[in-house]
């Protein structure tokens, strides 16, 4: 029995360690070494490369000469050295384009609508020193492979060196929305934290960074035509994001494969706007706020107000424009009806215009929408929008579900596209007690802590019919930051966030026991990117796969 | 009411934000400003003050001017240059040992027997800019009140100004005992987290360092006559604590008020010793673990064999020489009583002796402490010694309450000195989720999280009589590191653990209401200072005291 036992170690211990895992993979046994002369060639089949395909080849050849990573076993590989000391030299590896691709920047291919988004790719690593290869038909699709490939090797003493090969894969995501959330309101994050966070994301293949970018407490973003609203309302002349700086921003993360979908939040979560625009603003910093808003401050737009309305549309034309992604999220969450009720000047607008709550309600958000729609933009929305005020979306509209994944079937009936935000399931913040003041046994409300693991086990399709799968756009983990800033935003995402982009990627159904050694590996790899990812375990049981298993 | 609330507010935001709260404090509202040329200058009467004391001054000055915090009001500080644009200038603060004291340095004073320590102070701080003064009783003392005085400062546009004098503070803590407990063992710790920790301790006056050296997993510590243990013990060669890092981190720990108690738990948590002495090791890496140990890897030292006995003994008495401190833990937590049912050896030694398992874990536990002793230490234990087996241990023992704070009468009724480290109010790594492998729901033994302001609730004479009260020692928040290492360190400690430094300095019965700004202004002061706390709450309620409670 423990000789059976030692035999399925030792296999299990060549196993390759990428994340997410590949939809179709085969790997051999024999070691390979990265030649010191590697090279990274663009076949000429593809006229013209985009630079920022070069770019891409420029980073996967410094990471894997830097990535340094030791292997996860006891030794860190040094008993790897009689494998690897008579292996073969990888010398190259060739990017080429099937016949027929047209030929785009992976930034333009990431950019591209969820439908129209490919991220294939075919990869070949032999293992006698041939040349390996990637094919895909995107440059997108490149990129992924280069990000497989680069997952591949380890370092021992200065050699570089796979353990598994030869290797073939064939890979295709199950979803073409992967996402992570970030909230840059409740507490600001400098630009470079948000390009390691990039960086990060794109080594486990998340393609779409949800900029949840203002709230009720700071509104960072300079808006060309509104900049009154970063000005009064950004927490300080430096804690702002400029045009520039978002430019730099979708740019950074378009050349890793990674759209950006910013979502300035309205009409909730609205507050701060209030610094700038007092009288667009119902129940401005009423007390006590805990009866006008879900957190304080207090204060919302008044929608039901045509000036207002006709702002915030024109507001949506200017983010549009700062914008390349095909999608714009206005928010929706959390709208919190007593404080209109008490709101004279929304009453006097809904009853002199003879419209109920939800009719004010929608003109507003067609108001919104319809200028997404003249800028090429397609709308996302948090579930209530569509649950709670019946508004009679376009049926494009994207719906971020986050109350509960109990809700995602009620929106999928009503025919809208799904992004799965359960908070039951993804929120990264959940577990850290009560932010708010003046309580001194308060958990955190959506306790507890949402496990790496608990978030492996979510189901995309859950409760629906197979005929309503196509509505699952994908999903993402997500982190509102009342208790987070740079201090602690590496530590609280990561590793956990690599949990959806599996799911997304490979599709519903993998196993925490068997993903836990390769989530280590990533983790590991994050670190020696400069990540501050976490341990997930003791380095005794990182180092030992399984042998820290319950069940072991 | 609201004309009354804007009073209150800006006399509260006058208030100094000091942490720990000192006994007694009387302050004006008018500002001072710090000289460019100011000096602290050791009264003549101390004659041959000692180096560290000279060193703890260097270090004052440094974060006078270097801390570089805005005051945490909206405009950081703005609002406050019409204050102290006409303030007056400090330009001296004078330290002073009250006449009879004996001149010892900081770090022989804090590392004397509890009941021995002297941490009292007197601060004062004139408003007129003459000089300021701290006198003592003892060189920690003025440590302490070196400690207060740099948390009265900010700065803005280059002034360095206190908006709170003058100020008379007359402190002394509650409890000589307030420490912070960190395990080094389930991942490791480069000797330069451990500094920066002890800096960020005894800036909230933390006194303790509890250094849960080794456990199953590894061995970092080089011990002289024992370095089999780390060579084989520990994760690397590079991974280890050697005689020259435990004394710089001893050293550097007193030079700032701090003792470090360190612990070698035995016999449980043992198992990593069986790569260097499997023959001392009951159950070692036995299967199923989980029947044989409380987590993977499964291991005890077989207690009951009188080489084991006599070994351990030893070893205590090596370790002992490497730690200045009067007080080293044997541990003694989580013995697992199947293991050595199950263990031939250990029911051989136990027949062949006579002896039941109390009598020989007695013997055992004697035999360690005996040998600590004879060092002239006190022995330090978890309270599974006392209250499972009843070990009549030595009346002198330190009990360590872990599991429940509903077990302390228990062993103050055995007449035994307490230090709180609840798992219940106290342990930081709580509600992280569970880190065992093979389980997708399970979360951690210890959920919830355990927030500041439920630390901060905590009763340290909760339940006693009030002759029992001088049982209590004091007490200690605790990192288990099993998914914590050198990434997420500070934000898993801190602001957190500055809550059982006020609860065991100022006392219980502090209100989370009250104490929150403050805590804000510790926190950013350790931000400041390179040191990666987390934000409570989004900067806008930092920035407006009270204004984001429950109740406002």
Request: proline letters at 6%.
């Amino acid at each position: 029995m423990m000789s059976l036992w030692l035999v399925l170690s030792a296999a299990v211990s060549l196993v390759g360690a990428l994340w997410p895992l590949p939809q179709n993979l085969t790997q051999g046994n024999t070691a390979l070494r990265l030649s010191g002369n590697f090279d990274i060639t663009i076949s000429p089949g593809i006229s013209e490369p985009p630079q920022d395909l070069y770019d891409a080849i420029s980073r996967t050849r410094s990471h894997l000469f830097t990535d340094d990573l030791g292997r996860l076993v006891v030794g860190r590989g040094a008993g790897d050295v009689s494998t690897f000391e008579t292996a073969a030299y990888l010398s190259s590896l060739t990017l080429s384009l099937e016949p027929g691709s047209s030929v785009l920047s992976i930034t333009a291919e990431a950019q591209k609508p969820l439908e129209e988004r490919d991220e294939a790719y075919t990869l070949t690593v032999p293992s006698n020193g041939s040349v390996a290869s990637i094919t895909a038909t995107s440059t997108l699709g490149l990129l992924r492979g280069l990000t497989t490939f680069e997952q591949l090797w380890y370092e021992y003493d200065g050699t570089i060196y796979a353990v598994n090969t030869p290797i073939q894969i064939e890979d295709v995501p199950a979803y073409p929305y992967r996402g992570l959330m970030l909230d840059t309101a409740r507490n600001y994050f400098p630009v470079s934290d948000i390009l390691r966070t990039l960086d990060t994301m794109s080594l486990v293949k998340i393609n779409e960074f949800n900029w949840h970018i203002s709230d009720s407490q700071s509104f960072p973003l300079q808006i060309p035509g509104y900049m009154e609203l970063s000005e009064y309302g950004a927490y300080s002349p430096q804690m702002i994001y400029s045009p520039n700086d978002v430019e730099y921003i979708v740019s950074y993360a378009g050349a890793r494969g990674i759209d950006v979908m910013v979502e300035v939040d309205t009409p909730g979560h609205t507050s701060i706007i209030g610094e700038s625009h007092p009288e667009f603003i119902a129940c401005y910093l009423a007390r006590p706020w805990a009866s006008y808003a879900g957190e304080p401050p207090a204060g919302q737009l008044r929608f039901a107000n045509a000036t207002v309305a006709n702002w915030s549309a024109e507001l949506f034309t200017a983010v549009a424009q700062m914008f390349p992604s095909s999608m714009v999220s206005t928010g929706g969450d959390e709208i919190q009806t007593y404080c209109y009720d008490m709101d004279e000047e929304t009453q006097y607008d809904l009853n002199s215009t003879g419209r109920t709550f939800n009719e004010a309600l929608t003109d507003y958000v067609r108001g919104t929408h319809g200028a997404l729609a003249a800028a090429g933009k397609t709308p996302a929305v948090w579930e209530e929008m569509v649950l709670d005020y019946n508004l009679s979306l376009s049926s494009d509209t994207l719906v971020l579900v986050w109350i509960s994944s109990d809700d995602v079937k009620a929106v999928v009936d009503q025919g809208f596209r799904v992004i799965h935000a359960a908070s039951n399931y993804f929120y990264l913040d959940c577990g850290a007690g009560e932010w708010v003041g003046g309580d001194p046994t308060g958990n955190s409300w959506c306790d507890p802590f949402k496990t790496w693991q608990y978030a492996y086990t979510f189901d995309p399709l859950a409760n629906l019919t197979s005929d309503q799968y196509s509505q699952i756009m994908g999903g993402q983990q997500l982190l509102w930051t009342e208790q987070s800033g740079p201090d602690n935003l590496d530590p609280i995402i990561w590793p956990r966030a690599a949990a959806s982009a599996e799911v997304f990627w490979s599709g519903a159904g993998g196993n925490v026991t068997a993903a836990l050694p390769r989530l280590h590996d990533v983790s590991f790899r994050m670190q020696q990117r400069g990540v501050r990812s976490i341990p997930l375990q003791p380095l005794w049981c990182a180092l030992r796969p399984y042998e820290c298993d319950l069940d072991w």
